[in-house]
Antibody, heavy 116, light 107 residues
């Protein structure tokens, strides 16, 4: 069974940093690109970032480009999102997902709150 | 970026009836369109890809159609477990973009 478990969400002040992690199991991790998708509580979905299976190619939404960095450690079967210069509008649940075209499996998400 | 527009925002349907949800892309995405279902407090669930192919274990009452800029998700006979929010997403271009969702509620 595929499992994706996010961690690292927290309350942070504007301008602060946070690193999210996603632990994957149940599939051959390095065979798949991975994505981060965020969702404001009670609102819709916004794609944030993606990375290919080897970690050599990354993609970002314009809203986070230059502030967020996606990475992966295939030996640890883990996906990461380094979030810098956080803004109030980054407040959301952050889901990791298997796939970069479509998101085949999703984690339950971790909540990031940016507030002073 | 490609803008995805879903309609209606809310669809009120009685159990056993058909539900038809629409998704429109601001430019041609070919058949690179996926549908997800999301229930309160849960992660989205992968339903249909390449506009019309059901994902593993998705019941046959869910069907997708369309190509280019106009897409439809049809639920042929709504079951109680189908009341949820449905999102479309294009994967023809970067950035990937989602529609704002259609909530299917009990009439």
């Amino acid at each position: 069974e595929v499992q994706l478990v996010e961690s690292g969400g927290n309350v942070v002040r504007p301008g602060g940093s946070l690193r999210l992690s996603c632990a994957a199991s149940g599939f051959t991790f390095d065979d798949f690109g991975m994505s981060w998708v965020r969702q404001l509580p009670g609102k819709g979905l916004e794609w944030v970032s993606a990375i290919d299976g080897k970690g050599g190619t990354t993609y970002y939404a314009d809203s986070v480009k230059g502030r967020f960095t996606v990475s992966r450690d295939n030996a640890k079967k883990s996906l990461y999102l380094q979030m810098n210069s956080l803004r109030a509008e980054d407040t959301a649940f952050y889901h990791c997902a298997r796939g970069t075209f479509y998101m085949i499996n999703w984690g339950k998400g971790t909540l990031v709150t940016v507030s002073s | 970026e490609i803008v995805m527009t879903q309609s209606p925002a809310t669809l009120s349907v009685s159990p056993g009836e058909r539900a038809t949800l629409s998704c429109r892309a601001s430019q041609n995405v070919s058949s690179n369109l996926v549908w997800y279902q999301q229930k309160p407090g849960q992660a989205p669930r992968f339903l249909i890809y390449t506009a019309s192919t059901r994902a593993t274990a998705i019941p046959a009452r869910f069907s997708g159609s369309g190509s280019g800029t106009e897409f439809t998700l049809t639920i042929s006979s709504l079951q109680s477990e189908d009341f949820a929010v449905y999102y479309c997403q294009q994967y023809n271009n970067w950035p990937r973009t989602f529609g704002q969702g259609t909530k299917v509620e009990i009439k």
